[in-house]
């Protein structure tokens, strides 16, 4: 596929017990109409037949670089994946979907006619467990006024802040300028869940340019086996909640390091971002038996207080009542179902 030492596009894909799936992501690779790439597979410790697929498609495939590591999560994997990049662009493909075989052709086209372009964002088709279409998944924007637009990442943001989004994520929704990401030394928060929320909204306002396509190139599947999707245990619900309150943490510090630099519109945002952020965490653990896990990551939110909404507050505030009255008004329901 590669033509020469610098591809135009580098492919990550993380990688951990997909076996079910994997082909059909990597075959989809495989079958892109523009040839002028790289993929890089991270199998992330799997403990199924993932890396042995993934070892026959890279033995056989001298543009396949397939790095083994001990399980470390997508973030690090992801990470892993940005240093081996030789290419001008970076694509993520999480190794349980998969995308159309033109994906990388209109990318490179929308990259030759602005090559000034740091992302392209496009929304996704939604796929079911065994492949079929579920239909198109409208994202966070309104596409119906900006699609086949080019903006800055900063007015982008003020628009979901007047469309009244209340969190944003970006990864695997087009492709980002691999410059982007080195000048601001973009990467994935290590050891949490949830970490394109700080990713996206990273690249987007430091972004010059960003080209939103109306084109649906991806194909999410909804699946319970993926890198970091499905899961209800509580260990797994503890983990996401930690992780968002560690995403606040870190939105808090990132949007004061920028505040000079972005709209009122924008920085509201961040503010509205964390407000979510907050919700999620309380509404997690309020569903959850105490333990110290769960009063050590209420105690690490409590510096973010003040961002709050009222019914938050009171959570965090009164977290045995909060917890009661959930499980309470819970029962009440589906008595009443």
């Known amino acids: 596929m590669m033509s020469k030492n610098t591809p135009l596009f580098s492919i990550i894909v993380p990688i951990y017990n997909v ?78 979907d998969r995308i159309d075989s033109k994906a990388l052709e209109y990318y490179a086209q929308c990259f030759k006619n602005d090559p000034t372009l740091d992302i392209i964002y496009t929304e996704f088709n939604l796929i079911s467990d065994e492949g079929h279409s579920l239909g198109y998944q409208k994202f966070w924007f309104n596409m119906s006024t900006l699609a086949g637009q080019t903006k800055s990442g900063d007015e982008l943001l003020q628009t979901l802040y007047e469309q009244k ?28 869940f949830h970490q394109d929320i700080l990713f996206g909204l990273k690249c987007f306002s430091y972004a010059k340019k960003v080209f939103l396509s109306p084109k649906r190139f991806y194909d999410y599947r909804q699946s319970l086996l993926s890198t970091t999707r499905g899961g209800g245990d509580m260990n797994k619900l503890l983990k996401s909640a930690k992780s968002y309150a560690i995403t606040a943490h870190e939105i808090v510090t990132f949007s004061e390091n920028v505040k000079k630099y ?27 038996p105490w333990s110290d896990e769960k009063a050590d990551i209420i105690q690490s939110i409590k510096p973010l207080y003040t961002y709050a909404p009222y019914r938050t507050k009171f959570s965090m505030n009164f977290p045995h009542f909060s917890a009661f009255a959930t499980k309470a008004l819970s029962y009440l329901k589906s008595k009443k179902d």
């Open 19 to 96: 076996q079910s799936y994997l082909k059909e992501c990597l075959d989809s690779l495989l079958g892109q109409s523009y040839k002028d790439f790289e993929i890089i597979l991270i199998n992330d410790g799997s403990t199924d037949k993932s890396g042995e697929i993934a070892q026959t498609y890279a033995e056989s495939h001298s543009f396949i670089t397939l790095v083994h590591q001990n399980n470390a999560g997508q973030s690090i994997a992801r990470n892993e994946g940005l240093k081996r990049a030789k290419g001008q662009y970076i694509v993520f493909v999480d190794s349980d």
């Open 165 to 192: 989004a209340v969190l944003f994520t970006y990864t695997w929704q087009g492709a980002i300028a691999k410059n982007l990401l080195q000048q601001y030394a973009i990467k994935f928060c290590k050891d949490i």
């Open 262 to 288: 972005v709209s009122n519109e924008t920085y509201a945002f961040y503010y509205r971002c964390i407000r979510t952020l907050l919700k999620r965490i309380m509404r997690i653990l309020n569903n959850l």
